[in-house]
């Protein structure tokens, strides 16, 4: 029995600029911290020793990869030539609620696979990885944040450079900025979940045609630059207004990534102590996420209380195999 375990994550800001429509030919970063919030995955020998027990949001019995009906599992269990298996899958959180969940599943299984096979990759080879069998294989209308932030957990200044290469650079705070940091966020979930291929699909189309996108998106990667230096400093502060400065920026992107809910809720925070705040993940539903200072914490609480609160904290390992018994 081998397990791995994978952590979701949060975006700050400069998503969308990890779109290859976009860095391939503008400077492009994006910063992001994981949470202690997983993908648990395990895999073991199965008694037919050529097929397959998949135990998902569905459960598959199969004979052959080619008839496997989950297309990440099929990919990679198929380059790996895996047979023989039984596979669960189990998280924290429901995917297609904005935290990176896709990625961090196919970034688990390619550690799994790696440990099942008894291959060894760096965490910048497993995102490469990930990327590839997602972006390239798959062909999923997506960016390459994810993969490199749950690979490597903690808190990251990721950019994205026109020959496709990717650098990562931890951000280094005082210990207890960022223990405040992570105490001054709140995150509440809109009770929905979506499939991001639709919004991201019309924002590549936008990031190719539409000017206004692309200017819209340069003031997105400034405001990560920006927040990078702010939180080095130890101003935490500055959060809040780049979160609510992005969240406007983001919302000319493409026409689905807001709507009246949304929108209800996050003017509702703000007029109860919020300083700013997002929808995380490509846009439609899931989570938003809100800066706000202790003594307003209450005060937001109340104002939504129709909604779930999820407490978190900051995780500062990527993905990793937390179980192995040959």
């Not at 998503?15 to 648990?40: M, Q």
């Not at 080619?66 to 198929?78: C, D, L, P």
């Not at 490597?152 to 280094?172: A, C, L, S």
């Not at 400034?222 to 939180?231: F, G, P, Q, R, V």
Request: proline share 2%; charged share 25%; with cysteine.
């Amino acid at each position: 029995m081998i397990i791995t375990r994978t952590p979701f994550r949060i975006s700050f800001a400069g998503g969308g600029s990890d779109l290859r429509e976009y860095y391939s030919k503008y400077d492009a970063s994006v910063l992001s911290v994981t949470i202690n919030k997983y993908v648990f995955l395990s895999m073991h020998p199965y008694f037919n020793q050529n097929g397959y027990f998949l135990k998902y949001s569905k459960n598959e019995l199969v004979e052959s990869v080619n008839s496997i009906e989950h297309k990440i599992i099929r990919q990679i269990f198929g380059d790996y030539k895996i047979k023989g298996v039984d596979f669960n899958s189990s998280a924290d959180i429901p995917a297609g609620t904005g935290l990176g969940s896709s990625s961090a599943f196919t970034s688990g299984l390619i550690t799994l696979c790696n440990a099942y096979t008894s291959k060894y990759m760096s965490p910048k080879n497993v995102a490469e990885h990930a990327c590839s069998i997602e972006i390239d294989k798959l062909k999923e209308p997506i960016g390459k944040q994810d993969q490199y932030s749950c690979t490597f957990g903690g808190m990251n200044f990721i950019r994205f450079f026109q020959d496709d290469t990717v650098g990562v650079e931890k951000i280094v705070m005082n210990s207890k900025k960022r223990l405040e940091l992570e105490n001054n966020l709140l995150m509440f979930y809109l009770g929905t979940t979506r499939s991001a291929r639709s919004v991201l699909t019309e924002q590549k189309t936008n990031t190719v045609k539409n000017v206004d996108s692309i200017k819209f998106l340069k003031k997105i990667v400034t405001l990560s630059e920006a927040l990078k230096y702010e939180l080095q400093v130890g101003n935490i502060d500055a959060l809040g207004d780049v979160l609510h400065s992005g969240w406007n920026y983001k919302k000319e992107l493409a026409s689905q990534i807001t709507n009246e809910t949304i929108d209800y809720y996050y003017d509702l925070a703000l007029k109860n102590g919020a300083t700013g705040g997002k929808l995380l993940g490509a846009g439609g539903g899931g989570f938003l996420l809100f800066y706000v200072v202790g003594e307003k914490q209450d005060a937001v609480r109340a104002a939504l209380q129709d909604l779930d609160e999820l407490p978190f904290e900051f995780d500062n390992e990527g993905t990793k195999v937390i179980y192995y018994d040959n």
